[in-house]
């Protein structure tokens, strides 16, 4: 937090390019950010956030390198209680540059403009750099999950964005 401020409510670095997802951006994704992924799966997720901006429930977005190719995705979905951001990824060469950050502002602030009070965000448990950053930013941890049959137990933060 800065000035009590969190900081996922401050504006995101001007310097960093960003953009709404386009379905054209899933090859490009699959090569820098989820190579293991099937093109289709990602084809999907890009649809998915297409389909909820139509119904105003949602918007995915993509981080631009210099040569204009996408290096990260985020997206958010607007549920009956909150809103939830996920699928966040940045492109390994790309971490730790505050891109990520600039990606969860950018995303909270499009939410906010949305009418969205509440944001909810989750990490594997064992993802400690995903959860230090969330923390950083200013979520508080909220509720765990277990999945598939406690192999896997998520983490979930939330932010007040409004009141």
């Not at 800065?2 to 670095?13: F, N, Q, R, V």
């Not at 950053?133 to 200013?138: K, V």
């Amino acid at each position: 937090m800065t000035g009590g401020i969190p900081l996922a409510l401050h504006p995101p670095d001007p310097a960093v390019r960003l953009r709404r997802s386009r379905l054209t951006d899933a090859e490009s994704l699959r090569q820098a950010c989820w190579p293991e992924r099937p093109f289709g799966s990602i084809y999907q997720l890009l649809s998915r956030a297409q389909q909820y901006y139509g119904l105003n429930r949602g918007a995915g977005f993509v981080l631009l390198a210099a040569d204009e190719q996408p290096i990260g995705f985020g997206q958010f979905t607007v549920w009956p209680t909150c809103a939830e951001i996920s699928d966040l990824v940045v492109a390994e060469a790309y971490r730790g540059k505050g891109l990520g950050t600039a990606l969860i502002q950018h995303i909270v602030q499009e939410a906010g403009r949305g009418g969205v009070t509440t944001l909810e965000i989750g990490a594997v448990l064992d993802n400690v750099r995903a959860l230090a950053l969330y923390h950083r930013l200013g979520f508080t941890d909220s509720h765990t999950v277990h999945l598939q049959e406690g192999i896997e137990t998520i983490q979930y933060l939330r932010l007040e964005i409004r009141s």
